[in-house]
């Protein structure tokens, strides 16, 4: 899967926030057409490192290499014109409030590629319908949309014009099973087709389990990073308790054997 | 580097055979260069061809949706003139995605039809007014609530949060003393230099001391103020707890069965109404002073008789109907801001409408008030 070039390559990277130190030193490579997972506790720095990734957090030392050019704020991002290259899920969807589902998803388009207008409109329809919903959809505002749908629709909008890098923070969190399980499939359907590189924020064992290629634990600062196979077999404290512990016991059963 | 982005523009290769076109789609067929993409494909659209129709993508560098999308459209399109197309050399993640994107083909039709602009004007207006009626129903109920909020409080006067009241009256009163004092003061040296400028004509320029005094005592001085703290003070605290209640802590306060009333709003409305009399008061004062300074200046008269002459000017009378009416703007303020705070729901976007309705709504009201008042005062004699 994974070829010798990292398309995110992170060295010594420290953040902090305060007096509080999150990263120390950081290296963390993310090869292309791969799912990676960044896990770790409450308060390990998971969005943070994704933010700094972004360049929405000013980082204290080290460097942040995307697709080969030098990333790690927001002017070397611009400079280099990186953010064409990725589609940004946040957390809470953080959908345009002032603009219907269609306008969302024809932001990125219009705005940043200078799309046409009847093909943003086709293309703001696939995407919509892509990620699970549908027409009727298309005029709505995001107070009318559940939490679910707006996940989607925030997904559809970071699709929007195929990026190569696919950030997700927190993906599958606050929906139930089924959804969590169908946007699961999609993430897989996804990568597969438009030879996507994933990166993404997440507890969700299943998601995990189902979804990531090589994952990065953040303990004690550092991130920590192999297969789940490998993690599983790692004794340091966290690790085992993170996977070994009841509900990694269930998630996780049969990869323990 | 400019024979790469000449490599990389999408175009289109025609090959004609004795019975057939073969086209030959060269370069990028991606977001990033879906304008040339479409031109393109325009372009070919335009002319005649022989029935058998070929699209040969060996040459294809790159796609993503877009680029398949306006590719498959094409092909649709030539279909539709009764042609006969064939794909050639198509790879397997073309094929892939192709076939992921027929499945997800929008159909305009299912997309709800957005209303005209008079039916919106329509609807609008018959939100407007179901609105008004809710609002006002909301606010009586509210009203309700306060009493009920405030009787309980009085009842047992320990449940009156006290720290929580002083906290209040540290950001309500003197965090704003700064700012009333500086416009208060601007007002009474504008108010001065108008009024000399117009007096003088008559050779009544001292009588600009009386104009003044009266008038920020009476008038001036506690309008501004109520106006002042409508909007520094009632926005702050109709996004306060607006916030509060997207936050769900409203709800949370509900579920420990604490009264929101008693412990949110009863503080906020008793600081506003304990605060607004002193303000009102250092209001008078920076308004008199600011005139005295302009006086001062272009009247040529000693601060003694400056002071003098507004002891003459004021009665005990019109202090007191500045004075008392701060306690009705607190509370006016205090209720609106209150309320409009607990109209918000669920998402930013009410905020938003809420924030600005209780900022024009406390400034409208206390107008009013302010108008009802003096009319009242000077019918009775005062």
């Given amino acids: 899967m994974s070829n010798n070039t990292p398309v995110i390559s992170i060295r010594g990277l420290s953040t902090h926030f305060g007096d509080h130190i999150i990263h120390n030193r950081l290296d963390l490579d993310i090869f292309k057409g791969e799912i990676f997972g960044i896990v770790g506790g409450s308060g390990a720095g998971k969005s943070v490192l994704l933010r700094a990734i972004l360049g929405l957090t000013t980082i204290k030392h080290g460097t942040i290499t995307i697709l080969g050019k030098d990333a790690g704020s927001l002017q070397k991002i611009m400079k280099n014109q990186l953010q064409k290259h990725w589609g940004v899920l946040f957390q809470g969807g953080a959908l345009f409030s002032s603009l219907t589902v269609g306008e969302n998803i024809q932001v990125p388009m219009r705005d940043m590629e200078n799309m046409p207008k009847d093909v943003a409109r086709e293309m703001s329809l696939i995407k919509l319908k892509m990620v699970g919903l549908n027409e009727e959809d298309f005029h709505k505002y995001p107070s009318e949309l559940s939490g679910g749908m707006v ?27 089924i959804s969590a399980a169908a946007f699961d499939e999609l993430i897989l359907t996804l990568r597969a087709n438009l030879n996507l590189t994933v990166v993404m924020v997440t507890h969700d064992l299943d998601s995990i389990k189902r979804l990531c290629d090589r994952l990065a634990v953040l303990v004690d600062k550092q991130a920590v990073v192999g297969t789940l196979k490998e993690l599983i077999q790692d004794d340091h404290p966290w690790l085992h308790e993170y996977f070994h512990g009841p509900r990694g016991l269930v998630a996780l059963s049969e990869l323990k054997e | 580097m400019m024979e790469k982005k000449a490599l990389d523009k999408p175009k289109i290769e025609i090959l004609s055979q004795k019975d057939r076109v073969i086209f030959k789609p060269y370069g990028l067929w991606v977001a990033r260069t879906i304008r040339d993409v479409e ?49 050639l050399n198509a790879s397997d993640s073309f094929l892939n995605l192709s076939a992921q994107l027929n499945l997800y083909k929008p159909s305009f039709e299912k997309v709800p039809v957005q209303r005209s602009f008079f039916e919106d004007r329509l609807v609008n207006i018959g939100i407007a007014t179901k609105n008004l009626f809710d609002l006002t129903v909301n606010l009586i109920v509210f009203l309700g609530e306060i009493a009920v909020g405030s009787f309980d409080v009085l009842k047992n006067p320990r449940r009156l949060r006290m720290i929580s009241i002083f906290f209040h009256l540290e950001k309500f009163g003197l965090n704003a003393v700064m700012i009333i004092s500086v416009i208060a003061g601007a007002l009474g040296l504008v108010l001065a230099f108008q009024g000399e400028e117009q007096l003088r004509r008559f050779g009544a320029e001292i009588y600009t001391i009386n104009l003044v005094s009266i008038s920020v005592v009476r008038e001036v001085g506690i309008l501004i103020t109520g106006i002042l703290v409508a909007g520094r003070t009632g926005s702050a605290i109709t996004a306060e707890i607006g916030l509060m209640k997207i936050n769900q802590e409203v709800d949370a306060l509900n579920t420990f069965g604490l009264n929101p009333m008693e412990i949110l709003i009863v503080p906020r409305i008793l600081a506003l109404i304990f605060i607004m009399p002193i303000l009102a008061f250092i209001s008078d004062i920076m308004g008199l002073l600011g005139g005295g300074i302009m006086v001062l200046i272009s009247l040529d008269v000693s601060p003694k008789l400056y002071i003098y002459r507004i002891g003459e000017a004021i009665t005990m009378g019109s202090f007191w109907v500045g004075i008392i009416k701060a306690p009705f703007f607190g509370a006016i303020i205090g209720i609106v801001s209150c309320f409009e705070g607990m109209q918000v729901q669920g998402k930013a976007e009410s905020m938003r409408t809420c924030t600005t309705r209780s900022v024009v709504e406390s400034i409208f009201l206390v107008t009013l008030a302010d108008a009802l008042l003096s009319v009242f005062f000077t019918k009775i004699g005062i």
């Fill in chain 2, 39 to 87: 031109q393109t494909c325009d372009e070919i659209l335009e002319k005649t061809y022989p029935k058998f129709l070929i699209f040969d993508l060996s040459k294809l560098e790159g796609f993503d949706t877009a680029g398949i999308w306006l590719l498959q459209r094409t092909i649709k399109k030539f279909e539709d003139m009764n042609y006969k197309v064939e794909l």
């Fill in chain 1, 151 to 177: 996940k989607r629709v925030a997904l559809a909008r970071a699709l929007a014009v195929d990026p190569e890098i696919l950030f997700l923070d927190e993906p599958t969190a606050g929906l139930d099973p």
